[in-house]
């Protein structure tokens, strides 16, 4: 099993910053991939970016050059800095962690308001 909490989120207005936290415990040795998702009201939930257990990293081409995805392997933690945040950004944003057979985990979510 992993554990995995949520920080970070608030309401920020267009054009700022957020960094969100995600802190992983339990069987931290068996995730592969870590990323963090998001969902709007009404709209399915949506990649925004992972990163593998080598660093590798992925981004949904809506936050392409905005967001950047890090992890602190000692802290067992991973970071979403989010830069030049709009409206459309606003959601409930979840961490998620895939093992090595592919079983997901999910944090609890945190709400992400932009303000126009």
């Known amino acids: 099993q992993v554990q995995l909490v949520e920080s970070g989120g608030g309401l920020v207005q267009t054009g700022g910053s957020l960094r969100l936290s995600c802190a992983a415990s339990?069987?931290?040795?068996?995730?592969?991939?870590m990323g963090w998702y998001r969902q709007a009201p009404g709209k399915q939930r949506e990649l925004v970016a992972t990163?593998?257990?080598?660093?590798?990293?992925n981004y949904a081409d809506s936050v392409k050059g905005r967001f950047i995805i890090s992890r602190d392997g000692a802290k067992n933690t991973v970071y979403l800095q989010m830069n030049s945040l709009k409206p459309e950004d606003t959601a409930v944003y979840y961490c998620?962690?895939?093992?090595?057979?592919?079983?997901?985990?999910w944090g609890q979510g945190t709400q992400v308001t932009v303000s126009s």
């Open positions: 990163i593998t257990s080598v660093g590798s990293t």
């Open positions: 998620n962690a895939q093992n090595y057979l592919f079983h997901n985990y």
């Open positions: 339990g069987s931290i040795f068996s995730i592969a991939v």
